[in-house]
Nanobody, 115 residues
Framework: QVQLVESGGGLVQPGGSLRLSCAASGFTFSSYAMSWYRQVPGKERELVARISFIGSTNYADSVRGRFTISRDNAKNTVFLQMNSLKPEDTAVYYC?????????WGQGTQVTASS
């Protein structure tokens, strides 16, 4: 079955960096686009970044230039490098893969940028 397991969240001061990882299993990882979303209480989940199966990327305007999404198909893992973190980046971050009939999500990892 499809599994997505995020790691790497935590507490960091504004201006700091974190690297999130998402280990995927149960499907042919190299054939699918992968995405990172985030959600804060009371708001809808929003797309942060997406990487296609061939490695092309797109980002939300709010993170472009600060965040970088990448993938390692040999390790079935997608990463999100987050630099220059701001308090407004505080959220639960989710890994996502979209199949034609269904979305799959990880359990989420909390990122908090606060002094």
């Amino acid at each position: 079955q499809v599994q997505l397991v995020e790691s790497g969240g935590g507490l960091v001061q504004p201006g700091g960096s974190l690297r999130l990882s998402c280990a995927a299993s149960g499907f042919t990882f190299s054939s699918y686009a992968m995405s990172w979303y985030r959600q804060v209480p009371g708001k809808e989940r929003e797309l942060v970044a997406r990487i296609s199966f061939i490695g092309s990327t797109n980002y939300a305007d709010s993170v472009r230039g600060r965040f970088t999404i990448s993938r390692d198909n040999a390790k079935n893992t997608v990463f999100l490098q987050m630099n220059s973190l701001k308090p407004e980046d505080t959220a639960v971050y989710y890994c996502n893969v979209r199949f034609p009939a269904k979305d799959y999500w990880g359990q989420g990892t909390q990122v908090t940028a606060s002094s």
